[in-house]
């Protein structure tokens, strides 16, 4: 994940990206942080999603199972 | 909501425990979220999902990788010229085109260098008619010229031309 930049999430595009970064969440690792803090439950972190930057529901359920398979993978 | 709005981050979370969840840290960022699982507990599941569902300020747009919408079609008028345009020559093929691409900012010059671009053509459609007809038999005679070499038995029966 590294420093990249919060649109590189599956589901988050330029204009999400935007209202992300408008709440300080600029980068791939600050949104895992907030997946993470909300205890990787599905339901709270696509809410949250919902609620921050608009994200429809395919957008909520690509950027939540990108997150998810990475955590699966390497945390 | 206006009282659970008023809990302390640390009541939010008790009571959140009370109806067996198990909150993470109640953040600024997280707070909103188990406000809202709260209000979904205490009122259950099913009213909740009529009266309340996530709020946001922003409208929802399309994926971002989602194709933008196809460019909008050209406008039927030009459309029309065109199928009024079939029974006119080919040669005039080029013409509607550039009349077409034309029409697209402005109906007005397009007409007019239609117009300006057909000196030969009538207003009926009976002189056109004869020019078809008469490509129409220079192409088949072209397409007989091939099915006769195409045969294996026959040669080559294309007329020969002199000072070969």
Known sequence: MGEKSVTELAGIGEVLGGRLKDHGFDMAYVVLGQFLVLKKDEEMFKDWLKETCGANAKQQGDCHQCLKEWCDNFL | ?164
């Not at chain 2, 979904?40 to 399309?62: F, I, M, N, W």
């Not at chain 2, 971002?64 to 196809?70: I, T």
């Not at chain 2, 010229?81 to 013409?95: A, G």
């Not at chain 2, 009976?126 to 070499?149: D, R, T, W």
């Open chain 2, 1 to 164: 909501m206006e009282e659970i709005q008023n809990l302390t981050d640390k009541e939010l979370a008790e009571q959140l425990r009370g109806y067996g969840a198990n909150p993470g840290p109640i953040l600024a960022s997280t707070r909103s979220v188990y406000e809202k699982r709260l209000l979904k507990l205490r009122e259950g599941v099913a009213a909740v999902d009529k009266l309340h569902k996530p709020r946001t300020k922003y409208t929802e747009v399309p994926d971002d990788e989602e194709r933008s919408p196809p460019p909008k079609p050209r406008s039927p008028r030009v459309r029309k010229r065109v199928v009024k345009k079939v029974e006119v020559e080919p040669e005039e093929v080029d013409d509607v085109d550039n009349s077409a691409a034309s029409d697209l900012t402005d109906n007005e010059p397009s007409q007019t260098s239609m117009t300006d671009s057909e000196p030969s053509s009538k207003s009926s459609g009976g002189v056109a008619m004869y020019v078809k007809v008469f490509i129409l038999l220079i192409v088949l005679f072209f397409v007989y010229l091939v099915y006769i070499n195409m045969e294996p038995s026959s040669g080559n029966r294309v007329p020969k031309i002199k000072g070969d």
